[in-house]
């Protein structure tokens, strides 16, 4: 029979027990607050330098100092504790309550304040916003899309319906209420943060999700579109709930019929949105492609619980989309005839030059982001080694991903290669507009890519990985989170510069134009859909991106003019362009023009009368 050990042996045993566990905390709890000393420097000097920063020399641009600059200030430090509580969170695997609520109180209300104090009134100073507020009011008016500002009103068959259809409820009810349009484009906003978290929460474990849900929302290029009528938004807002419930759809052990209806409804919806939308169908597709047991047969291959998802989820979508297909093809054109014409290959690398000179800089470039936003004195970072090194960094990250059958890296796969081969535009700043709505991913891919390039240079003990690759992660979101400060600084700020005294008058020029004009009017201008929007008379284009003055052009644009019918021309100063051309046209042929007394403008925009007889 064993003999039982005396107590106090076994009270020594547990006291020394105790006193090795106390050591081994106490030691990892030093080193933890070694790390944090460092990184609290590192950051807080980061905002001390972003907060001291001159953004404009302007005092034009700037939406209001006084008021503004307090908030803004307030708001930084909000995001910076909300960083600081949640990487803390992160290392030390939430073990206090009181943390995690800070933590996530603070993803909240640094999300709000940054996106409240971003919030621009004001309809933005481009014309794709206005098509989409003219597609609601088309929808509303005739129940069907055309070009309104255009004569013949002919219909739109290329429209993406998404967002004219949310917009149009309000158009109905308020009319031309760009205000509560906006707000419709900032609630989405929010409601994207939380599906944010679900996405992220489905592939790394809630604190790292909950950092990187902070990282990703607070991107700048988000933020700043949180108030703009354009489908970054509705799009990013939609294509995160049907990820997430593409991920549910896979993830469940038996046939659905709600969570299939729902990614049903969610997919067609994504892709109204943009057509680019059909990549998660794409991305879902190899995700389930990958959980078929290849190795029983085919036979047993299609009656799998993945297969059956697969068949049935497609059989369905894949008829709505040659549906709508061919109603397009039927009223003009389809969206696949445009991406078939023209050269696939030659649109490929265009756009793949386009986008390797902004994808990394997006990551860690607050130059870009000021670029973008077309501040004063700000150029594109050139392309660099650097660079170049951050893009390849990222791919390893999306191959990770897709090793580890995640379904958000299979989208960026499609979303790029589709985006690539169907955008006519081959412009920096399109690519940015276009792959905004994935760099929260791009972040985490970022992240992954270089922990699994440093994995194996960490010490081999599973705790002390988990240590580095834990720290690893926090230190390259403190660097990626810097620069979403300075750019949202930026927004809360900083009106954008073509917000100015400018662009205002045009826009007095607009509403003058429909007030005291016949309605049979045809106005040429720089931005003909704003005109519309504010003055209901038809128009058309001033000028060309690639036209130059000479007096061939003048010819030839004088006989345009007159072809057309055009009666008036708002002449802006918003457009270098229109300097280089308009201007010298007016001055070497005033015959055929005159100036009308227009009050307020100010010389800043004029409305000439067009002369038909030239006298």
């Known amino acids: 029979m064993r003999k039982r050990a005396p107590a106090s042996d076994n009270r020594r045993e547990r006291k020394n027990a105790r006193h090795s566990e106390r050591s081994r905390l106490h030691i990892g709890t030093e080193r933890l607050w070694i790390f944090w000393v460092t990184i609290v420097v590192l950051l807080v000097s980061q905002i001390a330098r972003l907060v001291g920063e001159d953004i404009s020399p302007n005092e034009n641009l700037i939406k209001n100092p006084d008021a503004f600059s307090l908030w803004s200030y307030l708001t930084l430090t909000i995001l910076m ?96 209420d760009i205000i509560k349009m906006k707000v419709l484009i900032f609630i989405l906003s929010l409601v994207a943060i939380p599906l944010l978290f679900l996405v992220f929460n489905s592939v790394v474990d809630t604190w790292l999700s909950l950092l990187l849900t902070l990282v990703g929302a607070t991107s700048p290029y988000l933020i700043s579109s949180s108030s703009a009528i354009m489908t970054e938004i509705p799009f990013w807002c939609f294509s995160l709930a049907t990820l997430y419930v593409g991920i549910r759809y896979q993830q469940v052990q038996k046939f659905n019929v709600l969570l299939f209806l729902l990614l049903l409804v969610l997919c067609f919806f994504t892709y109204l949105t943009r057509p680019v939308g059909i990549s998660i169908l794409f991305a879902l597709a190899c995700l389930l492609l990958s959980h078929l047991p290849w190795n029983q047969g085919i036979r047993q291959v299609l009656k799998s619980l993945p297969g059956r998802k697969l068949l049935i989820l497609f059989g369905f979508l894949l008829v709505g989309f040659f549906v709508v297909q061919w109603k397009q093809s039927q009223t003009g054109v389809s969206q696949t005839e445009i991406l078939l014409s023209g050269s696939l290959v030659d649109r490929f690398f265009q756009n793949a030059f386009a986008l ?35 893009l390849i960094v990222t791919l390893v990250g999306i191959g990770r991903g897709i090793l580890k059958k995640q379904l958000i890296a299979w989208y960026i796969v499609f979303f790029t290669l589709l985006t690539l081969l169907a955008s006519y535009t081959p412009q920096e700043r399109v690519m940015v507009r276009y792959f905004s709505v994935i760099l929260p991913f791009l972040i985490y891919y970022f992240v992954l890519g270089v922990s699994t390039i440093l994995k194996p240079m960490l010490p081999q003990s599973p705790s002390a990985k988990k240590m580095g690759t834990g720290l690893i992660s926090i230190i390259l979101l403190g660097i990626v989170f810097v620069v979403n400060l300075s750019g949202n600084r930026h927004n809360m700020l900083v009106k954008s510069a073509v917000y100015n005294d400018y662009y205002d008058s045009f826009l007095r020029a607009a509403h003058w134009c429909g007030n005291n004009l016949d309605p049979d009017d045809y106005v040429m201008s720089v931005k003909p859909r704003i005109v519309y929007l504010y003055s209901g008379l038809k128009g058309v284009d001033l000028i060309g991106d690639r036209d130059v003055y000479s007096e061939e052009w003048a ?56 002369l038909s007889s030239g006298d």
């Open 81 to 176: 504790l909300g960083f600081v509580i949640l990487s803390f969170l992160h290392i030390r695997e939430g073990r206090f309550k009181v943390m995690e609520r800070l933590g996530i109180i603070s993803v909240a209300i640094s999300a709000l304040l940054v996106t409240a104090l971003s919030f621009n009134p004001r309809l933005a100073p481009n014309g794709d916003n206005a098509e989409y507020v003219i597609s609601a009011k088309s929808l509303a008016d005739h129940g069907s899309v055309k070009r309104l500002y255009v004569p013949d009103e002919p219909s739109n068959s290329l429209a993406s319906l998404g967002l004219p259809l949310m917009l149009t409820p309000i158009y109905k009810i308020w009319g031309l």
């Open 555 to 610: 010819e030839a644009q004088l006989k345009e003019i007159r072809d057309r019918g055009i009666t008036h021309i708002i002449v802006d100063v918003i457009s270098k362009k229109t300097q280089e051309t308009v201007f010298p046209l007016l001055q070497n042929h005033p015959e055929y023009f005159r100036r009308l007394d227009v009050p307020g403008l100010d010389d800043t925009c004029t409305v000439v009368e067009v």
């Open 356 to 390: 390797s000179n902004v994808l990394p800089q997006m990551l860690v470039s607050s130059d870009t982001f000021l670029w973008f936003r077309n501040a004063p004195n700000v150029t594109l970072p050139p392309r660099s080694l650097f660079w170049m090194a951050l």
